[in-house]
């Protein structure tokens, strides 16, 4: 699975923010043709995103434009406008039904074979941000191979549900897990909502904190300033590697004296403990 831990939003009709993205290192850039860009700024957005294609993939990062739903009928236009050689993929919101991914799938097929590029190339991230959504998270997920990724909108989903925003994400807690869940069993990213008080870092560290906690890979950033914090919060602390290089060398040892399981600190060391300590020096070793 790739890693991206750092998604940045940045409004498709700012030419100044789109230039002001590649000073920042996410894991990737999502120039936004959906609900960052005023109803009568969606042309001009189109132009001035792909105008920025070719500069923001030079960067580094990974370029994922998101473009409008299907029910907005501006979803063909803007991908012809941005499906070519820049972009790793591009992002869709409110996707509800694996049908809604088919949809997107046919297109994208089309402007791929348009364009010269490979069948398939073009990455998916499907926002999860409705009831019904969640109710078909893993379907949604195993709808197409292109899906990398599924991002759990929560400005959405409460507006959906008809209930309100909190800073603890009870509300969505319950949904929030069965998207985690669902994106776990079909082998692909849980990607969090972005965290929309972008001058509390220390609010924005817990709540990152908490999403890794339950299995989310990354999140979104609405602000260059959110990117770095984002990116520590879905890295292992290096306190985190310390105590995993330790349960495998006590897990080692009890091997070594023919043992199953053993003990660290009052702790229980057994095969799933020391699994998820291995696993967690793997992702710190890629990330280096
Ligand atoms: N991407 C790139 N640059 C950004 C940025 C972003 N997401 N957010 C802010 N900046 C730039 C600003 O343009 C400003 O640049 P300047 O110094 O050249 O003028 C600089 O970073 C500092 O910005 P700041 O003054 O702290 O914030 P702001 O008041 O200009 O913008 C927001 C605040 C929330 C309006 C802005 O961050 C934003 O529009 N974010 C994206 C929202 C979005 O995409 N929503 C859809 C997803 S839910
Ligand atoms: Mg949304």
Not at 198 to 212: I, T, Y
Not at 242 to 255: L, P, S
Not at 257 to 277: E, F, I, M, Y
Request: charged share 25%; net charge negative; proline share 5%.
């Amino acid at each position: 699975m790739s890693v991206l831990r750092s998604l940045l939003f940045v409004p498709g009709n700012r030419a100044n923010m789109l230039q002001k993205a590649m000073d920042s290192a996410p894991d990737a850039f999502i120039p936004d043709l959906e609900d960052s860009v005023p109803a009568d700024e969606k042309t001009q957005a189109r132009n001035v995103t792909a105008s920025f294609l070719a500069q923001l993939a030079q960067v580094g990062p990974r370029v994922i434009p998101r473009v409008n739903s299907l029910d907005t009928g501006l979803l063909e236009e803007d991908l012809a406008a941005v499906v070519g050689p820049h972009i790793y993929g591009v992002s869709v919101g409110k996707i509800s039904t694996p049908a809604h991914v088919a949809a997107v799938d046919g297109v994208l097929e089309k402007l791929e074979a348009k364009t010269g590029l490979q069948r398939g190339q073009i990455k998916l991230v499907p926002w999860i941000e409705t009831a019904l959504a969640i109710v078909k998270a893993y379907d949604i997920c195993t709808a197409s191979p292109r899906i990398v990724g599924v991002a759990f909108g929560a400005e959405d989903l409460t507006h959906d549900m008809g209930i309100e925003r909190s800073e603890d994400d009870a509300e969505v807690a319950y949904s929030r897990n069965v998207m985690c869940v669902a994106a776990r069993a079909a082998g692909v990213l849980a990607l969090d909502t972005p965290y929309f008080g972008f001058r509390d870092p220390e609010g924005l560290k817990r709540n990152a904190q908490a999403s890794r906690k339950i299995g989310f890979k990354g999140k979104f950033a609405i602000h260059p300033a959110q990117v770095d914090l984002i990116n520590a919060a879905f890295s292992p602390s290096e306190a985190e590697v310390a105590h995993a290089r330790r349960v495998v060398a006590a897990f080692e040892e009890a091997e070594r004296q023919g043992r199953g399981s053993t003990s660290l600190d009052g702790q229980v060391v057994d095969v799933p403990v020391v699994k998820r300590a291995r696993a967690l020096l793997e992702v710190a070793d890629s990330l280096r």
